[in-house]
């Protein structure tokens, strides 16, 4: 098998990088993972902060987490070449192959679609499984709890009804 | 906007980033990024940034994902407690909007349903080669884009009236750190209890020898099949 962490070691790693974080020896703030996006497409669209009241809502936690996303991106590449090593370029997963369909086409529009649910999504509810999830749970938020609860329902019900059952 | 004006554009606000992140106090440019370098590699050495993992658990067949969230929330929510209690750290709780809660959890469930990755797990997967991430990315971006065009007139609105930013912590009163205490004890039994279930990821079905490929058999037989481990 892969070189992979458990379940239980990933949530104990999880747990002692949250509460570094949130620590004054740390960032002093929880982390997040999803502001970032307005951020970035304030930059990529060219909007002037200037002009839009929620990038100068967002200024702060964004470019924070703008800063935090790059590490990321280098510790999930890094990982992925010289421990997992399971880089490689793909367009399809297994998993859709095996429950949905072997179209790259498909695959491509419904990715768009749903990357763009996700962020709005993120946006509305002024967070998301980072945020809210980790960060917002473990603060025992119970704004954090309403939207956990939401999420769960919706994410098995999608999944119940957009994939195949039992292939048999 | 120019070419010119809009390199220039991105290129001063990229070094503005940086310089927001350095006079924050939020930690050093430095630190964030290494706090980013070590969330990406929990993630992707855990493997939960795999569409296999957070579909598959939206289909009801693998629960790593959730045994690994919340029992990373329970240790959390015990540990954080007394850290601020200590005055080692502070509350940070994200306001209730009803409205935007529910909405946005709605929608965010089934984008994540369907994507098979959340915001956080996303550029993770993207640093793997997962090109269908990348253009998922390009959609979020999208979002990003139309809720900062459209926050005022109509988002803001959508989302409603804020019912305060209260926890559990603020309501129990004296008792507070016996809830915080059977609210992270619960969390940790119930990562504990559900019952480990898990699909092949793409890699995993790379490393097994060819006759025992469900993908590669199916293909043969033309037939439909599952990547239950």
């Avoid at chain 1, 200024?59 to 800063?67: D, F, L, Y």
């Avoid at chain 2, 984008?111 to 640093?127: E, F, L, Q, R, Y």
């Avoid at chain 2, 109509?154 to 926890?167: A, I, R």
């Avoid at chain 2, 019952?195 to 995993?204: A, H, V």
Wanted: hydrophobic share 50%.
């Amino acid at each position: 098998m892969n070189r992979r962490l458990s379940w239980w070691m990933g949530g104990i790693l999880m747990a002692l990088l949250l509460l570094f974080t949130f620590s004054i020896f740390g960032a002093n703030r929880p982390i997040g993972a999803s502001t970032y996006v307005p951020y970035y497409a304030g930059i990529i669209f060219g909007m002037d902060p200037q002009d839009y009241t929620y990038l100068q809502k967002v200024e702060k936690p964004g470019a924070w987490e703008g800063v935090m996303l790059l590490g990321a991106l280098v510790g999930g590449f890094f990982t992925s070449v010289f421990v997992t090593k399971t880089f490689r370029i793909s367009v399809i997963p297994a998993g859709w192959r095996a429950y949905k369909n072997n179209s790259v086409v498909s695959r491509l529009i419904w990715s768009f679609i749903s990357g763009f649910l996700l962020i709005l999504g993120a946006r509305l509810a002024g967070g998301c499984t980072s945020g809210h999830f980790m960060s917002g749970m473990s603060q025992t938020a119970f704004s954090s709890m309403i939207f956990g609860g939401v999420v769960l329902v919706t994410l098995l019900i999608t999944g119940k009804f957009f994939y195949k059952g039992d292939t048999k | 906007m120019s070419i010119g004006e809009y390199f220039n554009f991105v290129f001063s606000h990229t070094v503005d980033m940086f310089n927001i992140v350095e006079n924050e106090g939020h930690g050093s440019v430095w630190l964030v990024f290494v706090i980013g370098i070590v969330f990406g590699a929990i993630i992707q050495y855990s493997r939960v940034d795999k569409f296999e993992k957070i579909a598959g658990f939206a289909m009801g067949k693998d629960t790593i994902i959730p045994k690994m969230l919340f029992l990373a929330i329970g240790i959390t929510a015990i540990f954080l407690y007394f850290e601020i209690k200590m005055g080692y750290a502070s509350y940070h709780v994200k306001p209730m909007t009803l409205m935007g809660l529910i909405i946005g959890g709605t929608i965010f469930g089934v984008g994540m349903a369907i994507m098979g990755k959340c915001p956080g797990t996303g550029p993770i997967s993207i640093a793997e080669g997962r090109v269908d991430v990348a253009v998922g990315a390009v959609g979020g971006l999208f979002a990003g884009w139309i809720f900062t065009k459209y926050y005022d007139d109509f988002f803001k609105p959508l989302m409603g009236e804020n019912y305060g930013n209260t926890t559990l912590v603020d309501v129990s009163g004296d008792n507070a750190a016996l809830f915080v205490l059977l609210f992270g004890a619960a969390l940790i039994v119930i990562a504990i209890v559900i019952p480990k279930m898990e699909l092949f990821d793409g890699d995993d079905l790379e490393q097994l020898p060819e006759s025992e490929r469900p993908d590669i058999k199916a293909k043969k037989e033309n037939e439909s099949f599952e990547v239950v481990k």
